[in-house]
C-alpha cells in the first residue's frame, strides 16, 4: 500500500454491448447464488453439529462422559464454529473458485507505520459505525417495544480466553477474510473497485444477521476490502481483522469479566446512593481497592482504545482525498449499473435471506 490509500474514480459510462451486459449481469446472479450457498452452508454446518450433538449426547450421559464436556462453558461456541470453519469455508472457497473466474489485485508493499496507520482507522471506523448502529437500533426498539439483542456479542462475553482466541481472534479472521475479501473482491474486481469495495462491505455487514452488527461489520468490511485491493495482499486485512477482534474480544473483554463488573456497579449505587449508610459505602470502597489492579488496567485499555479511534478518524479525515478507487477493466454504464449488479435472482435471494432475518431479530421474531 504505497499511499495510505476515498476519493471516488468512478467507472465512466463507456457503451456495452448488450452481450457483455449479459454477461456481468450472469456474474452477479453467480455470485449472489454463490452467497446464498455460503449462507447455507454456513448455517447448515452449525445446526448439523448442533443435530449431531444431540444424538450423541444421550449415549455419552449414560457412560458419564458428557458431564465435562458440557461442564466447558465454551463447548456449544466449539461446537458450532469449528466444523463450519474446517468443513464449510473450504467447501465454500472451492465453489467460488469453480463458479466465477477471479482477478487478483496487483500486489504492493505495506511498511509497519501504514499498518498502524490502518489499524488505527479500524478501531476509528468500527466504534464510529458502531455508535450509529447503538443509536439506530435504540431508536428501533423505542418503536416496536423490544430492546434489539446483540446476540453474537452476548455469546463472545462469555467465552473463556482460549476459545476467544483460536475462534473470535484466530478463525474467525481468517475463514471471514478469505470469504469476503480474497473470495469476492477478487471475483468482482473486474467491474471496478468500487463495486467490490461496496458488495464486500454490504455482504460482510448483512451476514453478521443483526442490525447491532451490520453498521460496524458494514464500515470495516468496506475499509478491509480497500485495503485488500490497494495491496493484494489478505494477509494484511486478516492480521488487522485479528488485532481487532483479539483486542476487544480477548483483552478486553476478559479483563472485564476478571472484574465483575456488574457487581461493581451494584456496589456502586448502593454506596453512593447511600452515602449515610457506612456499610454500603465500605464495601464499594473495599471492593475496588481489592480490585484495583484491573480497574487501573481496564481504563488504560479503554483510553488506548478510543484515543487509538480518534486518530484513526482524524487520519481518514485529513487523507480523505488520497483514498481513491479505480475503474475496472469492464465499465457498466451509470444509468445500468444498480439493474445489473442488484436486480438478479441471485442478489435478490441473497439480500431477501439476510434483510428478512435481520428485520426478524429487530422485531423480536428470533
Known amino acids: 500500500m504505497e ?97 466465477l473466474a477471479g482477478k487478483e489485485p496487483e500486489k504492493r508493499g505495506i511498511k509497519p507505520g501504514q499498518f498502524m496507520a490502518a489499524l488505527a482507522c479500524t478501531f476509528g471506523i468500527a466504534i464510529s459505525c458502531n455508535i450509529v448502529g447503538l443509536i439506530i437500533t435504540g431508536i428501533l426498539g423505542s418503536l416496536t417495544g423490544e430492546s434489539v439483542q446483540n446476540v453474537s456479542m452476548e455469546l463472545i462475553s462469555g467465552l473463556d480466553p482460549w476459545t476467544s482466541v483460536f475462534l473470535v481472534s484466530i478463525g474467525a479472521p481468517v475463514c471471514e477474510e478469505l470469504i469476503f475479501r480474497k473470495m469476492l473482491v477478487t471475483r468482482t474486481l473486474k467491474y471496478g473497485e468500487g463495486v467490490s469495495i461496496l458488495l464486500s462491505g454490504l455482504a460482510f455487514g448483512l451476514f453478521h444477521g443483526n442490525f447491532n452488527q451490520f453498521a460496524y461489520a458494514f ?102 482525498k488520497r483514498f481513491h478507487v479505480s475503474a475496472g477493466e469492464v465499465t457498466i454504464p451509470k444509468g445500468k449499473r444498480f439493474f445489473i449488479i442488484f436486480c438478479n435472482i441471485g442478489m435478490i435471494a441473497f439480500f431477501a435471506v439476510w434483510i428478512f432475518r435481520i428485520i426478524a431479530q429487530i422485531m423480536g421474531w428470533l
Not at 222 to 235: D, L
Open 219 to 320: 464500515g470495516i468490511g468496506v475499509f478491509f476490502a480497500y485495503v485488500f485491493v490497494k495491496t493484494g495482499n489478505v494477509k494484511i486485512t486478516i492480521a488487522l481483522h485479528a488485532c481487532m477482534n483479539g483486542f476487544t474480544s480477548v483483552v478486553l473483554t476478559n479483563l472485564i469479566q476478571a472484574l465483575d463488573l456488574q457487581r461493581l456497579v451494584e456496589l456502586a449505587q448502593n454506596g453512593l446512593n447511600n452515602l449515610q449508610n457506612s456499610e454500603a459505602f465500605a464495601a464499594y470502597v473495599q471492593f475496588v481497592t481489592d480490585n484495583a489492579g484491573l480497574i487501573v488496567a481496564i481504563g488504560l485499555c479503554i483510553l488506548f482504545e478510543y484515543g487509538f479511534a480518534l486518530f484513526g478518524i482524524i487520519f481518514l479525515i485529513v487523507n480523505r
Open 3 to 99: 499511499e495510505p490509500i476515498m476519493q471516488e474514480e468512478l467507472n465512466s459510462s463507456a457503451e456495452m454491448t448488450p452481450e457483455t451486459l449479459s454477461r456481468a449481469r450472469l456474474d452477479f446472479t453467480k455470485l449472489g447464488l454463490w452467497l446464498v450457498l455460503t449462507t447455507i452452508l454456513f448455517n447448515g454446518m452449525q445446526y448439523l453439529a448442533v443435530f449431531v450433538w444431540k444424538c450423541l449426547k444421550p449415549l455419552l450421559t449414560k457412560s458419564g462422559q458428557a458431564e465435562g464436556i458440557l461442564a466447558y462453558k465454551g463447548f456449544g461456541y466449539w461446537l458450532q464454529l469449528l466444523p463450519t470453519y474446517l468443513v464449510a469455508v473450504p467447501v465454500i472457497l472451492y465453489l467460488g473458485k469453480k463458479l
